[in-house]
């Protein structure tokens, strides 16, 4: 299954595979979950977690955990190692 909080926003032409969890760290009445932009690809099992933005044409590796935002255009493998 895909965990996908109540705060996050997820724009156009997005695969996101089995696993995956756009959680928060905190609990709290305003924004607390990404937002992923445009044709990200988010492979099984990553974790995208807190108020954090994913930008255009990203690709977030298979068990990656994403604390931080990621620019347009980048590969995201491991613990938030850009390529």
């Known amino acids: 299954g895909v965990v996908i909080g109540e705060t996050s926003i997820i724009g156009d032409d997005c695969t996101i595979y ?3 969890t756009l959680g928060s760290n905190k ?13 990200v690809i988010i492979g099984s099992h990553a974790q995208i977690i807190g108020n954090v ?3 255009n044409n990203v690709k977030v590796g298979a068990n990656a955990i994403v604390t931080k935002d990621i620019e347009d255009n980048l590969v995201v493998v491991n613990n938030n190692e850009i390529r």
Not at 27 to 39: E, M, S, V
């Open 18 to 20: 089995h696993g995956v």
């Open 27 to 39: 609990y709290d009445l305003k924004k607390r979950h990404p937002t992923i932009k445009n044709n």
């Open 53 to 55: 933005v994913i930008g």
